[in-house]
């Protein structure tokens, strides 16, 4: 008998604490309520009816009495401040602030101007823009014009198709295979794309249509076979140069000492 009057004793304890705290929600939900926030009153409401219910549970099962189950009401209840945590995930900030009240914060939801210290006083003039003085710079490629253009020449031939495809008669690797576009051929097949993708529709070409990108492709394999024979043709003219200086010089040589003899 002593340790179940302990046991209520402890029971009744506890049941107060729950019902100061159910007070002070009481008070804090009606200040809420009065500033129209809908959502801390529902959510305030629903904590405070599930106390009560627990409460309400506790009591009767320390007084014995079980005519009414409160199980079922108190799982519903649960289940509500359940539904409501990722509503409270969302909102944390905007109730962050709200509990907090009228406290000072560094952090905002948009900038303030008038914290800036960059404002100019009255008296003071808007100082003008120097650039900042730096050394200059000293060119040091001492290579002639003509030798840089015959090394970009070299350059340009060593992506050529046409010296590709000697190569590749000379060597016994794979031949690898490659298609290129000229600027017009890429524009047409783009513009076709993207008029596919948007609308959902594939595009079937006329006749002329074929004739016109065929003529397209055979210009632009001429025109880099072209631009390759003209490469190669400017880079054996400068070595026949080349040659040429080099021949002269030794003819001037020789005669040199032909005369000294």
């Known amino acids: 008998m002593e340790e179940g009057s302990g046991k ?4 009744a304890v506890l049941i107060k604490d729950i019902f100061s705290r159910v007070s002070s929600l009481s008070q804090h ?25 627990f409460s309400s549970k506790l009591t009767k099962d320390v007084s014995g009495d079980n005519k009414d189950d409160l199980t079922k009401s108190l799982i ?18 905007q109730l962050d602030k709200i509990a907090q009240g009228n406290v000072d914060e560094d952090f905002k939801l948009k900038p303030n101007p008038n914290g800036m210290d960059t404002q100019l006083t009255v008296n003071e003039k ?23 253009d015959e090394e970009r020449l070299k350059k340009k031939l060593a992506r050529s198709s046409l010296v590709k495809s000697l190569k590749d008669e000379l060597d016994d690797n794979p031949m690898e295979i490659k298609s290129g576009r000229n600027k017009r051929l890429k524009e047409i097949e783009d513009m076709q794309k993207k008029f596919e993708e948007e609308n959902f529709v594939r ?28 490469a190669l043709m400017k880079l054996m003219k400068s070595d026949k140069k080349k040659l040429d200086q080099s021949l002269n010089y030794k003819r001037k040589k020789m005669k040199f000492r032909e005369e000294d003899d």
């Open 29 to 53: 939900s009606q200040k809420l309520n009065s500033d129209k926030n809908s959502y801390m009153d529902l959510k305030l409401n629903l904590l405070l009816n599930y106390f009560v219910l």
């Open 203 to 230: 595009i079937q070409l006329s006749k002329k249509d074929k004739k016109v990108r065929r003529k397209l492709e055979r210009q632009d394999d001429n025109e880099d076979e072209m631009e390759d024979v003209g």
């Open 76 to 93: 519903k209840h649960k289940c509500f401040v359940e539904r409501l945590k990722p509503l409270d995930h969302k909102l944390q900030y």
């Open 8 to 11: 209520s004793q402890d029971f």
């Open 126 to 148: 808007p100082g003008i823009y120097k650039p900042p003085k730096l050394q200059a710079a000293i060119f040091t490629d001492k290579t002639k014009k003509s030798e840089r």
